[in-house]
T-cell receptor, first 114, second 108 residues
Framework: NAGVTQTPKFRVLKTGQSMTLLCAQD?????MYWYRQDPGMGLRLIHY???????AKGEVPDGYNVSRLKKQNFLLGLESAAPSQTSVYFC?????????????FGPGTRLTVT | AQRVTQPEKLLSVFKGAPVELKCNYS??????LFWYVQYSRQRLQLLLR??SRESIKGFTADLNKGETSFHLKKPFAQEEDSAMYYC??????????FGTGTRLLVSP
């Protein structure tokens, strides 16, 4: 099993450009998440999904859109990139529900917006 | 509002010394708490969760509801413990709220 994979690993964008980050998981998990990690801020939730076809906003959703058309994929889009979106983006997935289920993280995508 | 506080950005100890990484939380319900660890050039991974009441790699963490704390402890630190440690709280939908992290540096 590959677990959680993210594409691409690195990207440099110019202000105003758009891009899509792809997250894929092969563990048949229901829940998927996008976080951003910034120095001194920890990880902050951008959007999440509790199942195929569903998405919801997290703590810092502005400037991002997501889609979960297939259970195994969760896409994060930046329609018009801004320097404030320079960050490391992590995708995660978890099995379901409550009870302290573990979240499995991808390797991260380092995005720089100039 | 849910909040996780890790007061120390950096904790530097010598090999063999005891380690305690502090974590305090605020949550209105019954919390599910975790410690995640990120070793250099590796992905974030679960270290332990409070409901399991387990010891992983010599680390333990006890949930103290009275003090709203979930401190991570290890009696004798090893160099391979050097990493970034995040305390996290989970709500009903398995969303994690992370603290800002503590970098543990264990020197020989």
């Amino acid at each position: 099993n590959a677990g959680v994979t993210q594409t691409p690993k690195f990207r440099v964008l110019k202000t105003g450009q758009s891009m899509t980050l792809l997250c894929a998981q092969d563990m048949n998990h229901e829940y998927m998440y996008w976080y951003r990690q910034d120095p001194g801020m920890g990880l902050r939730l951008i959007h999440y999904s509790v199942g195929e076809g569903t998405t919801a906003k997290g703590e810092v959703p502005d400037g991002y859109n997501v889609s979960r058309l297939k259970k195994q994929n969760f896409l994060l889009g930046l329609e018009s990139a801004a320097p404030s979106q320079t960050s490391v983006y992590f995708c995660a997935s978890s099995y379901d529900g409550r009870g302290g289920y573990e979240q499995y993280f991808g390797p991260g995508t380092r995005l720089t917006v100039t | 509002a849910q909040r996780v506080t890790q007061p120390e950005k950096l904790l530097s100890v010598f090999k063999g010394a005891p380690v305690e990484l502090k974590c305090n939380y605020s949550y209105s319900g019954s919390p599910e708490l975790f410690w995640y660890v990120q070793y250099s050039r590796q992905r974030l991974q679960l270290l332990l969760r409070h409901i399991s009441r387990e010891s992983i790699k010599g680390f333990t963490a006890d949930l103290n509801k009275g003090e709203t704390s979930f401190h991570l402890k290890k009696p004798f630190a090893q160099e391979e413990d050097s990493a970034m440690y995040y305390c996290a709280l989970s709500d009903d939908f398995q969303k994690l709220v992370f603290g800002t992290g503590t970098r543990l540096l264990v020197s020989p």
